[in-house]
């Protein structure tokens, strides 16, 4: 199973989810766009609908369960299917994570997410938002995406986790002062420690960002 973010061409046709059943040698698209939802929205055979696929993992306890984030939206399905999708039979068939934690950081303006799962099942999901995200500096709210939410799944449902951000001369930054995180944005559950996960970003702030320019 291989998945595509970015389109080509400006249709779903070469984005999405792609499962080979001969060693690699065909792919088949599994998302998109040979069926529609209940509410008139297009989807694929598997229940996964079209659009960019930024992320997708395989749950290291159970080699068969799957994850991916999925971009309804860019493709026109609409953003209401867009989301964290989970397939317990190596890709064959999904479905949305119903949970109103996560399914609240899914919006137009996402330009990104992730998601990591540690070998002791804690699950670990963060989301980039190109418009509207949290603010550390002025003028630091870029068109192409800041962390805007990070979550921990521990087996009792989700919860939110505080955005990282440090603290400089002129002001609080997160992970992408330099509003890059459509490409550049990380997320991995430590191996050993369940309750560390490491996010990365863009780049660090330079000294004097967001200072006042001197008259």
């Known amino acids: 199973v291989v998945s595509a973010d970015f389109r080509g061409d400006g249709t779903c ?9 001969n060693s690699g040698a065909t792919f088949t698209q599994i998302s998109c766009c040979t069926g529609f939802s209940p509410d008139g ?6 229940g996964l609908p079209g659009g960019p696929i930024s992320d997708l993992q395989q749950d290291p306890l159970v080699p068969g369960t799957l994850y991916v984030t999925s971009f309804a939206g860019p493709c026109g ?7 964290l999708y989970v397939s317990q039979d190596f890709g064959d068939n999904w479905g949305l994570a119903i949970d109103p934690v996560i399914n609240g950081a899914f919006a137009d303006n996402i330009s990104n997410a992730k998601v990591s799962i540690s070998p002791s099942g804690a699950i670990y999901f963060g989301v980039e938002n190109s418009h509207g995200a949290p603010v550390f500096a002025p003028g630091f709210d870029g068109p192409n995406g800041m962390l805007s939410g990070l979550f921990r799944h521990g087996g009792g449902g989700w919860s939110s986790l505080d955005i990282p951000q440090t603290t400089e001369a002129c002001g609080r930054f997160g992970i992408n002062p330099g509003d890059q995180g459509n490409i550049h944005f990380s997320l991995v559950a430590d191996p050993t420690n369940s309750n560390l996960v490491y996010v990365g970003g863009d ?5 004097n960002e967001a200072c006042p320019t001197p008259a």
């Open 13 to 21: 046709a070469d984005d999405g989810l792609f499962k080979s059943t």
């Open 41 to 46: 929205h297009e989807v694929g055979p598997s």
């Open 77 to 83: 399905d609409g953003t209401q299917l867009s989301g």
């Open 203 to 207: 780049r660090q702030p330079a000294g």
